[in-house]
């Protein structure tokens, strides 16, 4: 095989000439950028899949600052490594993991060629557009406007608001019957990928969509139809200056095979390799300020999770700063590294003009279904993105979404398309500030975050054709059948509400309200405000939003007692030095929480793990580990009934005995009081309202509104 050279000489040329400033520019004390990565030849970025047991443990993990993806299961969180102080810190937290991709460098360019090899041997993919590999921006933005071209009347693209801070347009197209008329009452479905730099497949998804519908109009019924009663809305590449130098940096070898070309003759490999290929943030480089067009790439910042910019997926208003999110200051205390954090959140909510962007888009639509595409994980994520029993803004629990129900049935209809778990976002790890707690809670249109793969995040080219069309037992389904299934729910009026009426032909009908939503500890200014015009003979039908925001409606959650209903103890033997001493534990019936606490008189260190004896194994449902001096302590919520094991392990204690607490504790279901909110809706001619009227209206209900004075003033 002849293999094509991954970047030119001059590039290569230019890479150096970048890395040069870079040095310069970390040196500066400008206190805004990291502190550059010591230079360590011989450490290559690695996927490493990191034990976490307990929820717990991901708290404690959550808050070492590390690049964690969105790849987790119930006891393991996949983190990317950037340099060796990472490895140090997750070590010096007492984690054990197992490395999954050894050098992501060197994956990357094995990627690269695998997917040289597949464009050769395929000429066409399956996919709608016949791709054979992965997009670059200006190829993004050629097939949006290519799609308008051919399908003048069905596909419409458009400029977003902002540029971003590199000065970039950001596109999208918006799909449906007679395009460029204006709404008429049709809703929206939004559908979104690349907040995130490195995750390459979750804008070819979207994008893949976009021209599929596009393509099937006409001679798909089912799409067919539903292209005439709803909008699709598609941007494809929300963090543009970030994917970007993700995208361009992928195409780099490794420098340090390139040491003539490294202008820090390899002394620094560490910034000089594997560029901003796994960037994840934005290109903030200080907030609040622009800076100058192309100053993003000149950071050149290979700690792809880390350094300038901010993470866009919690930049989002509803819930900003909670959980999940760095402040903008370094936190010794949780291990937060500041603006550097992988996950820090921006300056304050919708600080971003990208995230600013989806707000004004979703704020001027009766969006009423979301998905915003990530990778990687192989799952459908619902709000709320905390755990329920999280103490939120008002100072009770946050508690489920009150459409909790419906959207878990909905989450399961699209997962039995392409086989992903249908999950609560804070069943990954606890997150605020993200797109789809957002626009669920301040519109009350679904919302859900699709993370897509399995294994990487930008996988060779040929599992991605595979998620989109479905592959195994899924082949024919995959995310192009989640996606139309979602279609489909935005213009079921079961989950939204229906308008009619009649106006004068011509008439704008609008509804709107403005309204404070929380973020963790204040709120913001936020609104909504959506026309449509009405057509010919005079009558409306909208598909719109419910007026109450979930946010206000009651919500349930659980309230432990004050108390333990129960309480037992169990005294033990201390074993020898690095042994280890078995309890077993039958619990008759489940509980809403139990409580295991082990004490011993001294000052030293004992551990307690928890298992459950499932199928004739021990499998770890809770551990606690603390330093020496400090009791030990697993909770576990939500306990079924079976037969455990207590394990208490000498680590460093010379106590002959110890102590075990069992406490069973009840929990109560509570409900919130909520309230009651109302569209204002006005009947406009030449932007003079005409008639303003107050609308209630909740899922499935459908009103006639009166608008009689209209007609009568026209």
Same mark, same amino acid.
């Given at each position: 095989?002849?293999?094509?050279?991954?970047?030119?000489?001059?590039?290569?040329?230019?890479?150096?000439?970048?890395?040069?400033?870079?040095?310069?520019?970390?040196?500066?004390?400008?206190?805004?950028?990291?502190?550059?990565?010591?230079?360590?030849?011989?450490?290559?970025?690695?996927?490493?899949?990191?034990?976490?047991?307990?929820?717990?443990?991901?708290?404690?993990?959550?808050?070492?600052?590390?690049?964690?993806?969105?790849?987790?299961?119930?006891?393991?969180?996949?983190?990317?490594?950037?340099?060796?102080?990472?490895?140090?810190?997750?070590?010096?937290?007492?984690?054990?993991?197992?490395?999954?991709?050894?050098?992501?460098?060197?994956?990357?360019?094995?990627?690269?060629?695998?997917?040289?090899?597949?464009?050769?041997?395929?000429?066409?993919?399956?996919?709608?557009?016949?791709?054979?590999?992965?997009?670059?921006?200006?190829?993004?933005?050629?097939?949006?406007?290519?799609?308008?071209?051919?399908?003048?009347?069905?596909?419409?693209?458009?400029?977003?608001?902002?540029?971003?801070?590199?000065?970039?347009?950001?596109?999208?197209?918006?799909?449906?019957?007679?395009?460029?008329?204006?709404?008429?009452?049709?809703?929206?479905?939004?559908?979104?990928?690349?907040?995130?730099?490195?995750?390459?497949?979750?804008?070819?998804?979207?994008?893949?969509?976009?021209?599929?519908?596009?393509?099937?109009?006409?001679?798909?019924?089912?799409?067919?139809?539903?292209?005439?009663?709803?909008?699709?809305?598609?941007?494809?590449?929300?963090?543009?200056?970030?994917?970007?130098?993700?995208?361009?940096?992928?195409?780099?070898?490794?420098?340090?095979?390139?040491?003539?070309?490294?202008?820090?003759?390899?002394?620094?490999?560490?910034?000089?390799?594997?560029?901003?290929?796994?960037?994840?943030?934005?290109?903030?480089?200080?907030?609040?300020?622009?800076?100058?067009?192309?100053?993003?790439?000149?950071?050149?910042?290979?700690?792809?999770?880390?350094?300038?910019?901010?993470?866009?997926?919690?930049?989002?208003?509803?819930?900003?700063?909670?959980?999940?999110?760095?402040?903008?200051?370094?936190?010794?205390?949780?291990?937060?590294?500041?603006?550097?954090?992988?996950?820090?959140?921006?300056?304050?909510?919708?600080?971003?003009?990208?995230?600013?962007?989806?707000?004004?888009?979703?704020?001027?639509?009766?969006?009423?279904?979301?998905?915003?595409?990530?990778?990687?994980?192989?799952?459908?994520?619902?709000?709320?993105?905390?755990?329920?029993?999280?103490?939120?803004?008002?100072?009770?629990?946050?508690?489920?979404?009150?459409?909790?129900?419906?959207?878990?049935?909905?989450?399961?209809?699209?997962?039995?398309?392409?086989?992903?778990?249908?999950?609560?976002?804070?069943?990954?790890?606890?997150?605020?500030?993200?797109?789809?707690?957002?626009?669920?809670?301040?519109?009350?249109?679904?919302?859900?975050?699709?993370?897509?793969?399995?294994?990487?995040?930008?996988?060779?080219?040929?599992?991605?054709?595979?998620?989109?069309?479905?592959?195994?037992?899924?082949?024919?389904?995959?995310?192009?059948?989640?996606?139309?299934?979602?279609?489909?729910?935005?213009?079921?009026?079961?989950?939204?509400?229906?308008?009619?009426?009649?106006?004068?032909?011509?008439? @704008?009908?609008?509804? /709107?309200?403005?309204?404070?939503?929380?973020?963790? *500890? =204040?709120? +913001?200014?936020? #609104?909504?405000? &959506?026309?449509?015009?009405?057509?010919?003979?005079?009558?409306?039908?909208?598909?719109?939003?419910?007026?109450?925001?979930?946010?206000?409606?009651?919500?349930?959650?659980?309230?432990?007692?004050?108390?333990?209903?129960?309480?037992?103890?169990?005294?033990?033997?201390?074993?020898?030095?690095?042994?280890?001493?078995?309890?077993?534990?039958?619990?008759?019936?489940?509980?809403?929480?139990?409580?295991?606490?082990?004490?011993?008189?001294?000052?030293?260190?004992?551990?307690?793990?928890?298992?459950?004896?499932?199928?004739?194994?021990?499998?770890?449902?809770?551990?606690?580990?603390?330093?020496?001096?400090?009791?030990?302590?697993?909770?576990?919520?939500?306990?079924?009934?079976?037969?455990?094991?207590?394990?208490? @392990?000498?680590?460093? /204690?010379?106590?002959?005995?110890?102590?075990?607490? *069992? =406490?069973? +504790?009840?929990? #109560?279901?509570? &409900?919130?009081?909520?309230?009651?909110?109302?569209?204002?809706?006005?009947?406009?001619?030449?932007?003079?309202?005409?008639?303003?009227?107050?609308?209630?209206?909740?899922?499935?209900?459908?009103?006639?509104?009166?608008?009689?004075?209209?007609?009568?003033?026209?």
């Amino acid at each position: 095989m002849v293999r094509r050279p991954l970047r030119s000489s001059t590039a290569l040329a230019a890479a150096g000439a970048a890395l040069t400033l870079c040095a310069t520019m970390l040196a500066q004390p400008t206190g805004a950028a990291p502190p550059a990565a010591a230079p360590v030849a011989d450490f290559a970025p690695q996927l490493v899949t990191v034990d976490t047991p307990t929820r717990a443990d991901k708290e404690r993990l959550q808050q070492l600052g590390l690049d964690l993806t969105e790849h987790a299961g119930h006891d393991y969180i996949e983190v990317v490594l950037h340099t060796p102080a990472d490895l140090a810190a997750l070590t010096a937290a007492g984690f054990t993991h197992d490395v999954r991709i050894p050098d992501l460098v060197a994956r990357g360019v094995e990627i690269a060629e695998l997917n040289e090899v597949y464009a050769a041997r395929v000429a066409r993919s399956q996919l709608p557009s016949g791709r054979t590999g992965y997009r670059t921006l200006a190829d993004y933005n050629a097939d949006m406007a290519a799609l308008a071209r051919k399908h003048p009347t069905l596909v419409k693209r458009f400029t977003l608001k902002r540029p971003s801070l590199d000065g970039r347009p950001i596109y999208g197209v918006e799909i449906g019957r007679d395009v460029r008329k204006p709404l008429s009452g049709q809703p929206t479905f939004l559908l979104m990928g690349v907040h995130h730099a490195r995750e390459w497949p979750s804008g070819e998804l979207a994008m893949e969509f976009a021209t599929d519908l596009a393509k099937s109009f006409g001679r798909n019924q089912r799409i067919t139809d539903l292209l005439g009663k709803a909008r699709v809305i598609v941007v494809p590449v929300v963090n543009v200056d970030g994917f970007h130098l993700s995208r361009t940096d992928g195409e780099y070898v490794d420098l340090r095979a390139l040491n003539p070309n490294d202008p820090l003759g390899g002394s620094a490999s560490i910034l000089a390799t594997p560029g901003q290929t796994y960037k994840r943030k934005n290109c903030r480089v200080v907030d609040g300020q622009d800076t100058p067009d192309g100053t993003c790439a000149l950071t050149l910042n290979s700690n792809g999770g880390f350094g300038l910019g901010v993470d866009l997926n919690r930049n989002y208003g509803g819930f900003w700063g909670g959980p999940g999110a760095a402040e903008t200051e370094p936190d010794a205390a949780e291990v937060e590294t500041g603006i550097a954090d992988p996950t820090y959140r921006g300056a304050g909510p919708f600080s971003e003009p990208e995230t600013k962007n989806i707000q004004d888009l979703v704020s001027s639509r009766q969006v009423t279904m979301l998905i915003s595409n990530h990778t990687f994980s192989n799952l459908v994520l619902r709000p709320n993105g905390v755990n329920p029993n999280t103490i939120g803004h008002d100072g009770l629990p946050v508690g489920d979404a009150p459409d909790e129900q419906a959207l878990k049935q909905l989450g399961a209809r699209m997962s039995a398309q392409n086989g992903y778990a249908n999950i609560h976002g804070w069943q990954l790890y606890d997150t605020t500030g993200t797109t789809e707690d957002w626009s669920y809670n301040a519109t009350g249109g679904f919302g859900y975050t699709f993370e897509i793969g399995a294994n990487e995040f930008h996988p060779p080219y040929q599992e991605v054709v595979g998620e989109y069309l479905g592959a195994g037992k899924y082949a024919g389904k995959g995310n192009r059948a989640a996606f139309l299934i979602a279609l489909e729910h935005a213009v079921d009026t079961r989950y939204s509400g229906v308008l009619e009426g009649k106006a004068p032909k011509g008439a @704008t009908i609008r509804l /709107s309200k403005t309204f404070r939503s929380p973020t963790w *500890e =204040s709120s +913001f200014r936020d #609104r909504i405000d &959506t026309p449509i015009r009405v057509g010919a003979d005079g009558a409306f039908s909208w598909i719109v939003n419910p007026s109450t925001r979930p946010v206000v409606r009651p919500r349930t959650y659980q309230a432990l007692a004050d108390r333990p209903f129960k309480v037992t103890t169990i005294d033990g033997t201390t074993a020898a030095p690095n042994g280890s001493t078995d309890h077993t534990f039958v619990l008759s019936k489940p509980v809403d929480l139990w409580r295991t606490e082990l004490d011993w008189p001294t000052p030293d260190d004992l551990d307690l793990t928890v298992f459950r004896k499932q199928g004739g194994q021990l499998v770890e449902v809770g551990t606690s580990g603390e330093l020496p001096g400090s009791k030990e302590m697993v909770e576990l919520p939500d306990a079924p009934a079976g037969t455990y094991v207590l394990r208490v @392990t000498n680590y460093a /204690s010379a106590s002959p005995s110890y102590t075990l607490t *069992e =406490s069973f +504790f009840d929990a #109560r279901t509570l &409900t919130t009081k909520g309230t009651r909110e109302a569209y204002t809706l006005t009947c406009e001619k030449f932007g003079k309202v005409l008639q303003t009227t107050q609308v209630f209206i909740g899922r499935g209900q459908t009103k006639q509104v009166d608008l009689g004075e209209c007609r009568r003033r026209w």
